[in-house]
């Protein structure tokens, strides 16, 4: 089975601290995907990757930037951390566009 | 205006009976609608991926049903069990854009 694995369950940070959330899978998907989920949302798209080095913004971007150095990689950094950044942040993957994600267990984030 | 919609919102079961969850979408032009379960404080495993030809999908206990025409589907869960407790989320793939819009999910909670 494929394995999504986000670095941290849970996370709490300070305002203005720069924090990175780390996502490993390890099936040698070329998609990987970053969202983030609150109450009575549906899951939103922060960005995506296609390939290494390669990198889309999703629907909300703003405030968050992305790395993806090594195909099985791919991590998300918020520059400053603000408080409309607590929520759950999601991981996934997947094969192409015609298979399904694999999504990670998620970090939930609070920022204080 | 590419949109998902779920109902109900939340749903309370005794153990050992059947339910059916519903899910509308506007999203145009289609491309898969997939069903998602996911537990409290986890990422969505997916259940089920349909196509505009499948009409009937089933995964054990889940069967997932599509109406292209109506743009309607629904996931039926049989003789449930305590561990059905969950969210569940429908996903459906713009077929242009191929961005997955998510819906906002149907909390179910089955009950001894």
């Known amino acids: 089975d494929v394995k999504v694995t986000q670095s941290s369950r849970y996370l709490v940070k300070r305002t203005g601290e720069k924090v990175f959330l780390e996502c490993v899978q390890d099936?040698?998907?070329?998609?990987m995907f970053w969202y983030r989920q609150d109450p009575g949302l549906g899951l939103r798209l922060i960005y995506f990757?296609?390939?290494?080095?390669?990198?889309e913004k999703g629907d909300i971007p703003e405030g968050y930037s992305v790395s993806r150095e090594k195909k099985e990689r791919f991590s998300l950094i918020l520059e400053s951390a603000s408080t409309n950044q607590t929520s759950m942040y999601l991981c996934?993957?997947?094969?192409?566009?015609?298979?399904?994600?694999?999504f990670g267990s998620g970090t939930r984030l609070t920022v204080v | 205006k590419n949109q998902v919609e779920q109902s109900p919102q939340s749903l309370i079961i005794l153990e050992g009976k059947n339910c059916t969850l519903q899910?509308?979408?506007?999203?145009?032009?289609?491309?898969?609608l997939r069903w998602y379960k996911q537990d409290t404080g986890r990422g969505p495993v997916s259940l089920t991926i349909?196509?505009?030809?499948?009409n009937t999908k089933s995964n054990g206990r889940y069967t997932a049903t599509l109406d292209a025409d109506t743009k309607q589907s629904s996931l039926h869960i049989t003789a449930s069990q305590l561990s059905d407790s969950a969210s569940y989320i429908c996903?459906?793939?713009?077929?242009?854009?191929?961005?997955?819009?998510f819906g906002t999910g149907t909390l179910l909670a089955v009950q001894p």
């Open positions: 996934a993957s997947s094969f192409d566009s015609n298979y399904g994600y694999t």
């Open positions: 099936m040698d998907h070329e998609n």
């Open positions: 990757s296609y390939d290494v080095k390669m990198k």
């Open positions: 899910c509308n979408y506007t999203v145009s032009p289609f491309s898969n």
């Open positions: 349909m196509t505009f030809s499948e």
């Open positions: 996903v459906v793939r713009n077929g242009a854009t191929n961005k997955l819009i």
